[in-house]
């Protein structure tokens, strides 16, 4: 049609040049009037062709840079569309090549194929996730033997939806891996690690509110940037370790958070979390206490719970001078409960119920000192917060308060416990990461005579006393070095990593015997291949 309106012009512009000049040649009278119209004929053709053409190129403009398109707008009692519920759909780039979308709904998948061989100095009976509370001391056969293995367990899976509703943000995130609950014979002819979820939750951001339920990282694990749950606003090292490694404090739980970010730098969050009170076998009761499922949440998930952990957290952030700096500080209540029977009648009752609520801070920093070199710190200490360092140590003992031959009476008492841990990570090429750290754990100790003893002489029971068994960690330390290569990378297929996670771990129970050695040491090597699903 475009075509055809041109030659339409041409043919009219020929026309009146060639009549005008046929006209004059032959002496005609020239009527002035009809050279006139047929100007203005002209004139006429050359404009309407000129707005033809203004079309032709806004419709290439527009192929070019497409408007966005409006998609679930919603409509007004008028029957119009509502300005304020209109959601623009921009075209922009995949997060993925992997990602696809259903509706106004994007999918993205990711996690990695990962192969460990793990090299370590004593047998700690650990796959991917060491034991790091249980290093066999040097008088003891497993102290005396170096074990090695491989695993792929620690392979894992994600996916993320992201989606939006009017002012509505959503992100559904779920991840899971084989590092779950394994049977005892996993390692004969056949691996059959258990599959597990590691996170699962639902988060909604309106404006400068969000809300995340599900089970997500807890909320006094250390940030890299802001109050987030996201994995990537994590500060929780480059180690290999399925327990990441000591001195890093961290739960993932089923919980319910609301957070508040005002701007880009202030945020602040609150959280009730899923609660586990928790002894250890390391704890000694009194004799007239019937431990039951009541104390040892570590073997027993049906332990009873006075009230959800709570946690509240504050962070700031800047990049004033081009250099990130991350800074938070937080708080966490816990609780223990317990209920011990009379002498008389432990079965039946009747039964004092006693309970204790416990405290915790926690703070840190992360700071780049230049583009590719950044140094971290966290720390967290309190009482009754034990569990949340890898759930190596007691959160509390229980103490005989009174003891009649009708009567016994006990209470929970918290144990005093810290962690922390530092280090840099330095961006030493454009596919080497390399990172170093070291962390610490403490637990206080917590003991006292059992009154309710029938012996002359009283024993010593709770955590960390004299006589208290080797498992009674005082102190357990770690250093490690962590070189992370990148031998392959591909936007559309993924990339292929290298890493090298090699530490020293030393652990120094509260009480030692003249002849048994004072603490226990390891040295563990691991060399991870990783595929990284683009």
Not at 162 to 185: P, Q, S
Not at 392 to 421: C, D, K
Not at 423 to 446: P, S, V
Not at 496 to 502: E, Q
């Amino acid at each position: 049609m475009k075509i055809a309106s041109f030659m339409s012009f041409v043919l009219l512009a020929s026309s009146l040049l060639f009549g005008q000049s046929s006209t004059s040649s032959n002496g005609s009278t020239g009527d002035t009037s009809q050279i006139a119209d047929q100007i203005k004929a002209l004139q006429a053709a050359m404009a309407e062709q000129q707005k033809q053409l203004e079309a032709l190129q806004r419709q290439l403009a527009e192929q070019k840079n497409p408007a966005p398109q409006v998609v679930n707008a919603s409509l007004n009692t008028a029957g119009t569309a509502d300005a304020n519920a209109v959601q623009a759909d921009v075209q922009k780039p995949k997060e993925s090549p992997l990602s696809f979308r259903i509706g106004g709904t994007d999918f993205t998948p990711g996690g990695f194929v990962d192969f460990t061989n793990i090299f370590r100095t004593t047998n700690t009976q650990s796959a991917v996730s060491t034991a790091f509370n249980a290093i066999p001391y040097s008088n003891t056969a497993q102290g005396q033997m170096t074990e090695f293995r491989s695993s792929g367990q620690y392979s894992r899976f994600n996916l993320k939806i992201n989606g939006k509703y009017a002012e509505n943000k959503f992100t559904g995130y779920i991840e899971a891996d084989f590092n779950g609950n394994d049977a005892a014979n996993v390692f004969v002819t056949t691996n059959p690690h258990t599959f597990r979820l590691r996170l699962f939750y639902l988060q909604l951001a309106r404006g400068k509110w969000e809300f995340t339920a599900g089970q997500a990282w807890g909320l006094l694990t250390p940030n890299k940037v802001g109050v987030g749950a996201s994995p990537a606003d994590l500060d929780t090292t480059i180690a290999t370790d399925g327990n990441i490694m000591t001195g890093v404090m961290y739960s993932r739980d089923a919980q319910l958070r609301v957070a508040w970010n005002p701007n880009d730098k202030f945020g602040w969050a609150l959280a009730v979390a899923n609660p586990q009170q928790i002894t250890t076998t390391a704890v000694a009761f009194p004799a007239a206490f019937p431990i039951g499922p009541v104390v040892d949440g570590s073997v027993t998930p049906g332990v009873p719970n006075l009230i959800p952990d709570i946690t509240t957290k504050i962070a700031w952030d800047t990049n004033r001078t081009g250099k990130n700096l991350h800074l938070e500080v937080g708080g966490v209540i816990t609780s223990a409960q317990i209920a011990t029977p009379s002498p008389g009648a432990p079965a039946t009752g009747p039964f004092t119920n006693e309970s204790k609520i416990g405290y915790g801070g926690f703070g840190g920093v992360g700071f780049s000192l230049t583009k590719k070199f950044r140094v971290l710190a966290h720390g967290m200490y309190g009482d009754g917060v034990g569990r949340y360092y890898i759930g190596f140590g007691p959160q509390f003992v229980v103490v005989p308060i009174a003891v009649t031959p009708t009567t016994f009476t006990a209470e929970p008492s918290l144990v005093h416990a810290g962690s922390g841990y530092g280090g840099f990570e330095w961006l030493a090429g454009a596919n080497t990461q390399i990172g170093a750290y070291y962390g610490g754990i403490y637990y206080g100790r917590n003991a006292f005579q059992d009154v309710t003893a029938t012996t002359v002489v009283k024993p010593i029971i709770g955590y960390g006393g004299i006589g208290s068994a080797g498992s009674n960690n005082r102190a357990i330390q770690q250093g490690e070095f962590v070189l992370a290569q990148t031998l392959w990378k591909n936007p559309q297929y993924g990339a292929v990593v290298l890493v090298s996670d090699s530490s020293y771990v030393t652990r120094a129970p509260w009480f030692h015997t003249a002849i048994a050695p004072k603490n226990a040491h390891m040295f563990m090597t691991k060399i991870d291949f990783k595929y990284v699903i683009p």
